[in-house]
Structure formats: structure tokens, C-alpha cells
């Protein structure tokens, strides 16, 4: 069956980051206290750990997304805070954080103009695992990607995340395909070719040092162990792939 349509992952696959999480952090807290808010920083840093690291398996075992607001509402909850996860003050402190995050990323030489020949070939869609869905579209617009895709789907306002099979129906369903007329490009194991192929799409994982670690566990949805169709070492690989099929 011929393919019409190609999704790819962001960050990892079409753009990488060297970002500084300290940078951002400290974006995150500064922007706190300037809207009057009284704490010591390395007690915020330590119970915002802590909340990081039980939403972050939460979305892990369950696939459902939860947004940073939410992680940094509770976080000043426990320090006596109370403010609600869509307050004005949350939104601006969280922008503030990712801003460091957006201004890293970067693409190889090669990868606009692999992006624009497969453009001119198929329908493209990008699928992020991303908690802030504003911070991606800045993150697209800032580096010129938009004319290059022609959907954008984020975990963020979907309320799921990849390897959930919906993300990828969402996909699928924007362009009326069934799953062997597309392709999914990702990095990840687990959250893009675990959920792609799962749904019968051909994969192709972009190996990395990034690549998930065996043995991690997932229980939402169940699946069974998978294979990609191919594997490629950059970006720029993807059109003699697709030209096999």
C-alpha cells in the first residue's frame, strides 16, 4: 500500500537541545519572586524535584499528560501557596522557564531540506510528548518548521501522551489514512515506535544515545514487544528509506 503520510517525533528527532537546567530553573524562580511571591529557592528547587519525579512517572505508567502549571501549583502549595495551575502568575513563571529550553534548540544543516523534500512527497505530522503545547509551537515558529507540516499534534492538548494509540489515531485521522499508508520517525522506542507500530505503521528509529534503556516499564496501553522497520543514524537518511517503500 503506498505511503501518503509521514509523523515524526521533535525533540531528538527533528531538532536537538542543550539546554541548562539550571538556567531554567532559575528563569522559573526569578519570575516567581518578581510577582511578589516570599521563598527560599533551594527549598522550591527540592519539593519541585519531588513533584517532577512523581508526575513523571505517573505520566509514564498511565500516558496521561500533566502540565508543568501543574507541577508548579503544587510545588508552592506545599510551601504555602495557594494558586491555581491557570493563574496568570504560574503561566508567565512557566513560559519564563522554557524559554531557555526554546532558545537551545537547534537542527542539523541537513534536516530543512530533508524536511522539505519529504514535504513535497507526503503529508507530514509532528506528534511531541511535550507538557507545555504553547512552548512547542513557539519552539516550530522560531526555528521555521511550520510551512513543513501540516499537522501538529502535542500531549499537552490531547491530555495523552505517546505511546498511547489515540495520539497516533489523531494522526492517522486528520488525513484519512489507514496505518499501513503511513510512517512514523522517531527516536524513542518506546513512546514512537512501540505506539506506531502497534497501530500497523511502518517505523524508523533514529538511533541516539537518547534511545530508552531496556526494561522500563509500561503498563498504559499493554503492548508487546516490536521491532522497527528500519533503522537509520540521522534525519537526512529518511528519504532512501521512504523510497522503499
Known amino acids: ?8 517525533d521533535f525533540v531528538g528527532t527533528l531538532v536537538q537541545s542543550n539546554a541548562d537546567h539550571e538556567s531554567c530553573m532559575r528563569q522559573l524562580i526569578e519570575t516567581l519572586k518578581a510577582a511578589g511571591l516570599e521563598f527560599s529557592s533551594d527549598r522550591f528547587k527540592a519539593i519541585h524535584a519531588v513533584v517532577v ?3 513523571r512517572d505517573f505520566r509514564e505508567m498511565t500516558c ?11 510545588t508552592l502549595c506545599q510551601m504555602g501557596y495557594s494558586l491555581e495551575p491557570n493563574s496568570e502568575v504560574i503561566r508567565v513563571a512557566v513560559d519564563a522557564y522554557f524559554q531557555p529550553y526554546i532558545d537551545s534548540l537547534f537542527f542539523s544543516p541537513k534536516t530543512l531540506s530533508t524536511l522539505s523534500r519529504v514535504h513535497r512527497r507526503f503529508a507530514t505530522c ?7 503545547a504553547r512552548a512547542i ?43 499501513q499508508e503511513a510512517v512514523f520517525v522517531g527516536d524513542s522506542m518506546i513512546h514512537d515506535i512501540y505506539g506506531a507500530k502497534n497501530l500497523g505503521m ?5 538511533m541516539s544515545k537518547a534511545n530508552d534503556p531496556t ?8 503492548l508487546d514487544p516490536v521491532e522497527p522497520d ?16
Open 215 to 222: 526494561g522500563r516499564k509500561i503498563i498504559c496501553p499493554a
Open 64 to 74: 496521561v499528560e500533566v502540565n508543568n502549571e501543574v507541577w508548579v501549583s503544587e
Open 230 to 245: 528500519f533503522r537509520i543514524l540521522s534525519i537526512d537518511q529518511i528519504s532512501d528509506v521512504l523510497d522503499k517503500l
Open 137 to 179: 509551537h513557539k519552539s516550530i515558529r522560531r526555528l521555521g518548521l511550520y510551512d513543513f507540516l501540516d499537522k501538529i499534534v502535542v500531549s499537552e492538548e490531547k491530555s495523552l501522551r505517546k505511546p498511547h494509540p489515540k495520539i497516533f489515531r489523531d494522526f492517522l485521522e486528520a488525513f484519512d489514512i489507514r496505518p
Open 202 to 206: 511502518k517505523t524508523i528509529l533514529i
Open 1 to 8: 500500500m503506498r505511503i501518503k503520510a509521514v509523523g515524526f
Open 53 to 55: 519525579n512523581k508526575y
Open 126 to 132: 509532528l506528534i511531541s510528548n511535550f507538557t507545555i
